[in-house]
């Protein structure tokens, strides 16, 4: 993960602060806190995919990547409303999401990320390591 977020970016600082506080974390704020929960939103987003754990369509494209990343990130958003005591500004969901998509591109668009990203679930060809088989009273060969 140090690859995509270092220990001491805001995404990761986010993500720490958080999870370890997860059910007091809103009462540290007069307000719903977009900035924490956007970079914490967009760590687990990462996270989530580095896993694979429910990856059933493969991007194949960077677009397609960044699109499962916002998924991701969005879904982390929305726990984090849920569990929240504050109320959303005007706005604050839009915002929310905004921070969470910038620091995705970011990630992306810095060195080779988005390619280490794509080749990391690629499907390995399967190999069939079958024998030619004869049916009696025939020339076909059938293999298995």
Known sequence: ?????????????????????WFTWDQDHPSFNETLVAGCASYQA?????????LFIVPRSRRELE????R????????AIAVSRQTLQRGG???????????IRDVLNAND?????????VPQP??????????????TRIRT
Request: proline letters at 3%; charged letters at 15%.
């Open 93 to 103: 969901y839009s915002r929310t999401c905004s921070l969470a998509e910038k620091s």
């Open 1 to 21: 993960m140090d690859r995509f977020f270092a220990p001491n970016t805001s995404e990761a600082l986010a993500h720490t602060q958080l999870t370890e506080n």
């Open 113 to 121: 990320n988005a390619t280490v990203l794509l080749n990391l679930h």
């Open 126 to 139: 399967e190999t069939f390591t079958g024998t030619d088989v004869s049916l009696p009273n025939s020339n």
């Open 46 to 54: 990462f996270t989530r995919y580095l896993s694979g754990s429910d």
């Open 67 to 70: 699109g499962v990343l916002r």
């Open 72 to 79: 991701y990130a969005y879904d982390s958003i929305h726990n």
